[in-house]
Structure formats: structure tokens, C-alpha cells
């Protein structure tokens, strides 16, 4: 069973809805340490071996072409993360066509490539935004990879499993957050937080576990989880313990998943091909 690797390739200042870092006007005054965490990210791939999906902000691949060629170059897959790294539940459909079609026009034309698949920013698709599959099909999207299946994040009853959705312009697969059963409530383990929370052995054992019902499971990673200089926003205690908690534990998982499963980029997973 070949198991998806997936990169959200933002910087260490995209953080959604804190007052300074979710307005892109800003943003140019940060420092930039994308191009410096993602050759670690790509360094730990190259040593293994191994292909991922990359699902890149818009706004990196128009300031960072150079770093996108090379991701390219290296032989994973550039998806989209949108443009302006904003949650879907806080736009209109209007602007969410707007932003995820101006992310895959510069995305695209810097790979020469079609963009396949969306990742929304902070898994922030629920149930009344549904919609936003429709509009990513218009847009020629294939396959999002944004469903949660939990009750506090995503919806509940969302897919735990890659499927199929209709859309009025044809087809998308949905391949969601890998989650586990644990008593009346799913659980995350596969990236974030929850992969630098849960012991590393209960990791592989539930990795072992879905892939041995026959699913592919996903892990997801950041390369601002790879930067234990980063600088420290200040940050509402929750967030903050979200972002920062453990961030150490995260190339460790990372390198020891990577030499324990095989994987690949999502859409080879899903069998996509134009
Ligand atoms: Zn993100």
C-alpha cells in the first residue's frame, strides 16, 4: 500500500485570522525563510527517495518562481493551497473563485503544467461551504484534499476514506484528513499538532491498520514545522500551543515514517491523469 505525502508550502507568518499576519499586505515586511525550510524538506525527500504533493500558496510561487521550478524539478507534484492563504468559511463564492483561480494561473504558468489539486487553508471547508467544490472543477481542479472528519473541525459526517463527489461541471475526488476511530469521536495523527502529539509507534500501528483495510492514509507536514528558529508569534495560548508544541518532534516523524512506508504524490494515488 503506497501512502500520500503532502507539503502545505506556506511561511512561518501565514497563520489565518491573527490581527498583522493574515493581512498580505504585511507580509512582505516578514522575513522569508521559505526557500531555506523548504531545501530541508526537499533534502529529507531526496534522502529517502520519496515523491510528494506540494500544494503551494499562490502568493510563494508569484514572489518565489525559482523555488517552485526547482520543487518541480525534483519530481513532485505542485497542487494549489490557494492564494492569499484564506479560510474558505470566510469568503463568498465570489471571492473563492477569485483567489483559487488566480493561484492556479501563476502556479501553472510558472510548472507549465495543470494544477490538479486544492489543499484550503486551515482544512476549512464545512458543511455550508460545499460549494467550493463546484467552483474548483470550473477551474479545472481534479481532486481537494481539505475534508475533516470531525465534529470541532471539518463535519462530522464528511468522507473518512478518498471518494467521489458530482459537481455541475463533472467529477472531483475528495482524499480526506487520515483520522482514526477513537470512541464516538475520529481522531487526527498524521500531521500538525496531533502527528507531534501522539506517540510515534501508535503512528505506525494506525498507518498499518488502514492501509491493512485496503485505504491509503496521508501525512501532511509544513516547512515551518522544520524551523525551530522560526520567529515566535504572539499568539492566543490555544494557537500558540497548536503551532509551536513539540515543533521538534516533526522532521523526526517525518524521517521515520519516510524510511518505515512507501509513498507518493496524491494524484498518482488517485490514478489522475490528463
Ligand atoms: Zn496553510
Known amino acids: 500500500m503506497i501512502n500520500g505525502l503532502t507539503v502545505d508550502l506556506e511561511d512561518w507568518y501565514h497563520i489565518c485570522g491573527v490581527e498583522g499576519y493574515s493581512d498580505p499586505q504585511k507580509w512582505d ?9 523548504t531545501d530541508k524538506v526537499l533534502t529529507l525527500l531526496r534522502t529517502y527517495k520519496v515523491k510528494a504533493t506540494f500544494f ?10 525559482g523555488l517552485i521550478k526547482t520543487i518541480k524539478s525534483e519530481g513532485h507534484e505542485i497542487a494549489t493551497h490557494g492564494f492569499y492563504h484564506k479560510r474558505i468559511f470566510e469568503m463568498t463564492e465570489r471571492e473563492f473563485e477569485e483567489d483559487v483561480n488566480k493561484s492556479i494561473s501563476v502556479i501553472s504558468s510558472n510548472i507549465n503544467e495543470r494544477v490538479l489539486g486544492f489543499r484550503a487553508p486551515e482544512w476549512s471547508i464545512r458543511k455550508n461551504t460545499l460549494w467550493m467544490l463546484n467552483a ?15 465534529t470541532r473541525m471539518g463535519y462530522r459526517d464528511y468522507p473518512v476514506y478518498p471518494c467521489c463527489y458530482n459537481t455541475d461541471y463533472g467529477k472531483i475526488w475528495e ?4 483520522t482514526t476511530r477513537l470512541f464516538w469521536e475520529r481522531l487526527p495523527f498524521t500531521g500538525g499538532l496531533p502527528l507531534r502529539l501522539c506517540p510515534y509507534f501508535y503512528i505506525v500501528s494506525e498507518i498499518k491498520k488502514i492501509n491493512r483495510m485496503g ?23 490555544s494557537r500558540r500551543f497548536m503551532h509551536y508544541f513539540n515543533i521538534s ?17 496524491i494524484k498518482n494515488i488517485l490514478g489522475i491523469t490528463t
Open 56 to 65: 503551494v500558496l499562490g502568493y510563494i510561487a508569484f514572489k518565489e518562481p
Open 29 to 37: 515586511t516578514y522575513e522569508n525563510r521559505i526557500i531555506r525550510n
Open 136 to 150: 474548483l472543477r470550473k477551474y479545472g481542479i481534479l481532486y481537494d484534499s481539505s475534508m475533516v472528519p470531525l
Open 215 to 237: 485505504f491509503p492514509a496521508m501525512v501532511y507536514i509544513h516547512p515551518w514545522e522544520f524551523d525551530k528558529e522560526q520567529p515566535r508569534i504572539d499568539l492566543p495560548l
Open 175 to 178: 482524499f480526506p484528513l487520515t
Open 249 to 265: 518532534a516533526t522532521p523526526r516523524k517525518t524521517e521515520g515514517l519516510l524510511s518505515n512506508f512507501q509513498f507518493a504524490p
